[in-house]
């Protein structure tokens, strides 16, 4: 039995978003007519091209994050926080497609999920290390 259910689902929906916001780029390619490996065109592509450039940057944090929180502090805990991270790439990524500025909302939203999973793991971690190293 695993015993990380809810970290997993969290993670499994993160990785959709993020295989999402590659489709877009396909799509956004496709539209534009920009043929791989050119990364600039007209402004509608480039945001697409970043909103999927910044989630791949985002995760590198995130995923870590998630899962030093699930097994040092709780499942639970972590799948709760860590749910705020696709749901901000989400709004993130809406934002972003109609104007750079209406990205801001949704990335905080992600950048305090994972900033609050870095806290609890660094937590969790000091707090092993502590009890057996004492």
Same mark, same amino acid.
């Given at each position: 039995?695993?015993?990380?259910?809810?970290?997993?689902?969290?993670?499994?929906? =993160?990785?959709?978003?993020?295989?999402? =916001?590659?489709?877009?780029?396909?799509?956004?390619?496709?539209?534009?007519?920009?043929?791989?490996?050119?990364?600039?065109?007209?402004?509608?592509?480039?945001?697409?091209?970043?909103?999927?450039?910044?989630?791949?940057e985002?995760?590198?944090?995130?995923?870590?994050?998630?899962?030093?929180?699930?097994? =040092?502090?709780?499942?639970?805990?972590?799948?709760?926080?860590g749910?705020?991270?696709?749901?901000?790439?989400?709004?993130?990524?809406?934002?972003?497609?109609?104007?750079?500025?209406?990205?801001?909302?949704?990335?905080?939203?992600?950048?305090?999920?994972?900033?609050?999973?870095?806290?609890?793991?660094?937590?969790?971690?000091?707090?092993?290390?502590?009890?057996?190293?004492?």
């Open positions: 039995m695993f015993d990380y259910p809810l970290s997993g689902l969290v993670t499994l929906l =993160t990785l959709l978003v993020f295989f999402w =916001t590659a489709m877009r780029v396909g799509s956004a390619r496709a539209k534009h007519q920009i043929k791989a490996p050119v990364h600039d065109g007209p402004e509608d592509f480039v945001r697409v091209l970043r909103v999927y450039a910044n989630t791949h985002m995760l590198v944090l995130f995923l870590p994050a998630l899962w030093l929180c699930a097994l =040092t502090i709780s499942d639970f805990w972590a799948a709760l926080i749910l705020l991270f696709p749901i901000g790439r989400v709004l993130y990524a809406l934002g972003y497609y109609k104007a750079t500025e209406k990205r801001n909302r949704g990335f905080m939203i992600g950048f305090i999920s994972t900033c609050a999973l870095l806290l609890g793991a660094a937590i969790g971690l000091l707090h092993s290390a502590y009890a057996i190293y004492r």
